[in-house]
Structure formats: structure tokens, C-alpha cells
């Protein structure tokens, strides 16, 4: 009698799941069926980290119909072994489920796949190889476009159009640095650009000069506009075709979401996201050409655009696509400068940072979205104006009322006394990218003093001690999509040619790291209903890692995927 009781129940308890997983499921979707439920794929054998404090580890799995059937031992999987199951005996193997990065510019990056790739550069000469060659292979006339580049790296003088104007004579240049608040453009952009000593520096931007007045190249944030409204736009097909290898190489790293902030930074077009919402994602998802899920947000100043979008089609426009919300930008970059601190650089005593959006837009802009159910997330790196961000988020939370709004600040570097807290009052989503800390633990140090540097950078587990919500993501092309490097990154803090940590009292635990790619990741964009954990019902996207042990995965920065799953199917390799 026991016996059949139990059996009962554990019926009981996957048709629950079942429908509690149907608000999210489309039409095409089939009900699994709970008076035999056999499973198209059964994972056996594994070290399974489910992500769900309900059940965190288990040995075996059932996917049926793309989705998570039962997790447990084998013993209680494999009555649903059918003569159609395949079932995958991992041999002791870690799964875990597919990482989330929570702040990517997909496009940008596949493109950038295909240009002059300066990420790593650490000589001056190089840097310059680079682009010759490039020039090299190009026709005359065309641009050379490409980035990636940190001039921390070579001892941090900045680049100048002098150092490749020779060998292009005949191509307009622009190259932007890795974290997309700067650029260089060569002699020849600038002046299709209109760009001279008489320019203006726009709000939000500066023409980097020399002394005598005559710019040296590099454009700063807004002042970036000023020069790519002359670049040809990308063609479509260049765009759908970046969209196929960023996809390719987020699945070879594990990562089977992404929330992809768009084509969108200070001085780029506000039009450029929705393009690419219309040219490349409506197109792959209608011919079936997805390989991995998108969570898209779109700049905060289309609102109403996003809004009328979701009222005709809801959040969820399949499997594939979901409509996150919409970002902005308060401040610039440490790496250029133009982060906003209450004080001033070190290395620049009378400069405090760039605020990209006037207060009173960016607030109205806010309260409008959030008033009609809009997700917010506004990109904040220095200490100032991560308070800012804050200091709005709570007025808007008085104005328009309690309610469930996960609201995000990205990045969130520097943070000054006592705002850690405020992340957890507020009930704030940090979204952050452990990666940019190896770029910029010499940097901030120089930038900001060892004081500053040390007391408010990178504080993961200040963050989370507060009750603030983490999650992680890489701001890829910026740094490049790396979950393992990135739960390695915020367990050890420890920089290249670094012997210690940086901040060691900021180091995770592996399973807050894991968490902060997966479960966490899926709150942060409202998808913990349907990914973030290997729990029935949700979606089985997951990955193999080819180790057992996951002190491997630890010690090993260059840890690779042997396999990763999108809905129970093979997507990688």
C-alpha cells in the first residue's frame, strides 16, 4: 500500500509541475502525459548540480518534450525508460544547467568575430600590425573597423590617429576600446566626420585634444556619435550572420540564454536594437535558424514602443525570445575615464567622470516605463553614480507604488560605503561581470589610489551579504562569454601575473558563483519560471562538463565544455 502511495505522488507531483509550468508553454507544445510518461532522453550516471535548493544534487534525469520530466536517483527515473529513450550514462560527469549571462551585446559581438580583433594586445606594435594587415585585405575606401583594445595594457598611453594614419591613407578607421566608451579613429574618419579643432564636445562626450586644440583621435562616449553616423550601416545579412556565430559561441561555452543589451551605447543610435529585433531576430526565430534563448532590452528612451510590442504580443514571444525591458546609461567607463566618482581620478585630479543622461530625463523616462510594467536596468560603474541610479530607483518606488520590479543596475564596480545595503533594501539586481576585474585591478589601483580601489570594487560578497541579488554575465564583446572563467574569477579574484587576490574578502563560494550564472540569472530577467535550475517542468537546457571533480573545474581556468543542450538536444558540439 506504501508502495502504491508513493508511486501516486510522485504521479501527483510531475502533473503539478506540469501545469505550473503551462502560462509559459506555446501552443506547439505538447502536454507530457502523466499515465506514461516514457522520456525522450534520460541522463544517468552524472553529478547533477540542479540549482534548486529543493533538490541540489541528484544522479540521473528525464527530458521529455524539451523539458525536465524528474530529477533523482536512477532508481526513480527509469520507470520512464520506453523503447524510444535514449538514455546518456555520464560516467560520473558534472551537468549543470545552462549558463545565463546576463549582459551581452550579441550582435556586436558576432561582428566583431569577423574584424580587426585587438583584445590582448599588449604592444604598441601590434596593435599597429593589426590594422596594417587589415588594411592589407581591404578595399580602398572601405572602413576598417574592429576593437577590443586596453591600453592598460601596454602601460597605458593612449592610442592617436598618428599611429596608423601612414598605412591608411585611403580608409577611414575606428576602433573601439574594449569597453565601448571609446574609440580611435584615424585622420581620415575624422574628417568625413566633420570632426575639428572647432568641433564642440556634445553633452555626455568628449574629442580627446591636444593641447593645441586638435583632436587626437579618440572620441569619448557621446562624442562617438559624432563619427558613426558616417560608418555604412552593417547589412542585414552581415547581422544575421553575426547572430549565427555569437550563438555558436555562447553554446561552446556552456551559455544557452543570454540577455542581450543590443547594439547600444552612448552616441550609438536608439534605432539600431529595434533593427536588429526586425532583421535578424523575427527572422531566425520564424525560420527556425535560433540556437540559443535571447532576453532582449531595449534603450529606455522606446518605452512606449516596448510597451504597445508587449501589449500585442506578450513577454514571451516563444521559446526563444522574450521581451526583458529597457536600459540606459548614467555614466561612462573607468577604462576611459568617464566613470562618475564623487571624487575626482587619481591619474586626471580634475576630472570626476561623465553623467551620459541628465537626472530629470533619465527619472521621467523611468517612472513612465515603470508605470506601465516595464522592466529597468541602467548601466552604473563609478561610485557616484551607482547612488544616483539608487537614490531614482527609490524615488520611483514612491512614486508609482510596491510591486514586483527587479529592477537592475549593470555593472555596479565602485560602490562607495554603505551602498551595498542599498542593493538589498532596495531589492536591486546587481548584474555584474567578474571577468572585468582582471582588467582592471592594475587600472582602478592607478585610477582610483589603492585606498578607493580596495574599499568599493568588485563587492560580490559585500553584495550578497546585504541580500542584493548577483548575477553574473560577461559583457561580451568586452570581455568574452567565459562562465568557467568567471566562477573561477569571483572564487579567486586573482589578476594575471597576480600571486594574491585582489580584495579576498570579496571571493564567492562556488555555489553562490554557480548560482549567480543560473537561478539567480534567471530572476534577474523574470525566466526563473522556466530556466535557472534542473527542476521539473523547466526547460532542460543544460550542460557536460568532461570532468568528475569539481575541484578540476576550480583550479582550471581554461575548463572546457564537452557538450551543451538546449531543450534536451545536442546543440554544441
Known sequence: MNNFLTVVSASVAVVLAIIASLPLLKPNHQLLSWRS??????????????SDESLPFADSMAVRSGRVLRVGNYSSIK???????????????????????????????????????????????????????AVRNANQGSWILGGGWNNDLWGGELPMASWVDDMTPYNPVWLSRMDGHMGLANSVALKL?????????????????????????????SAMKLLLLSIPEVSVEERREALSRASNHALMRGVTTVVDVGRYFP????????????????????????????CLFFPLETWLQLHNLITKVGRTM?????LGGVKAFADGSLGSNSALFYEPYADDPHNYGLQVMDNGSLLNLTLASDRVGLQVAIHAIGDRANDLILDMYESVFSTNGVRDRRFRIEHAQHLAPG????????????SVQPEHLLDDAESATKKLGIDRAQKGSYLFRSLLASNGQLAFGSDWPVADIHPLGGIKTAM??????????????????????????????????????????????????????????????????????????????????
Open 37 to 50: 510518461p516514457m522520456a525522450d532522453l534520460v541522463v544517468k550516471n552524472a553529478k547533477i548540480y540542479t
Open 79 to 133: 520507470d520512464m525508460v520506453g523503447d524510444g529513450t535514449k538514455e546518456l550514462d555520464l560516467m560520473g560527469k558534472i551537468v549543470i544547467p545552462g549558463f545565463i549571462d546576463s549582459h551581452v551585446h550579441l550582435i556586436s559581438g558576432g561582428l566583431q568575430m569577423a574584424r580587426v580583433e585587438l583584445r590582448g594586445v599588449s604592444q604598441k606594435d601590434e596593435f599597429v600590425r593589426r590594422v596594417k594587415e
Open 193 to 221: 566626420a566633420g570632426i575639428t579643432t572647432s568641433s564642440e564636445d556634445p553633452n555626455g562626450g568628449t574629442i580627446v585634444r591636444f593641447t593645441s586644440g586638435e583632436p587626437t583621435g579618440l572620441l569619448i562616449d
Open 267 to 294: 552616441g550609438t543610435s536608439v534605432k539600431l536594437s529595434w533593427e536588429d529585433f526586425s532583421d535578424v531576430y523575427k527572422w531566425a526565430d520564424s525560420s527556425g535558424k535560433m540556437m540559443i534563448r535571447v
Open 318 to 322: 516563444s521559446q526563444w525570445i522574450y
Open 419 to 430: 551602498t551595498p545595503a542599498r542593493f538589498g533594501k532596495l531589492e536591486i539586481v546587481a
Open 492 to 573: 579567486k579574484r586573482i589578476p594575471p601575473g597576480w600571486d594574491i587576490a585582489w580584495i579576498p574578502s570579496e571571493t564567492l563560494s562556488l555555489n553562490d558563483a554557480l548560482k549567480a550564472y543560473t537561478i539567480s540569472a534567471a530572476r534577474a530577467c523574470f525566466l526563473d519560471s522556466d530556466l535557472g535550475s534542473l527542476s521539473p517542468g523547466k526547460l532542460a537546457d543544460f550542460v557536460i562538463l568532461p570532468r568528475d571533480s569539481w575541484d578540476d573545474v576550480v583550479v582550471e581556468r581554461s575548463a572546457s565544455i564537452e557538450a551543451t543542450y538546449v531543450g534536451g538536444v545536442q546543440a554544441y558540439p
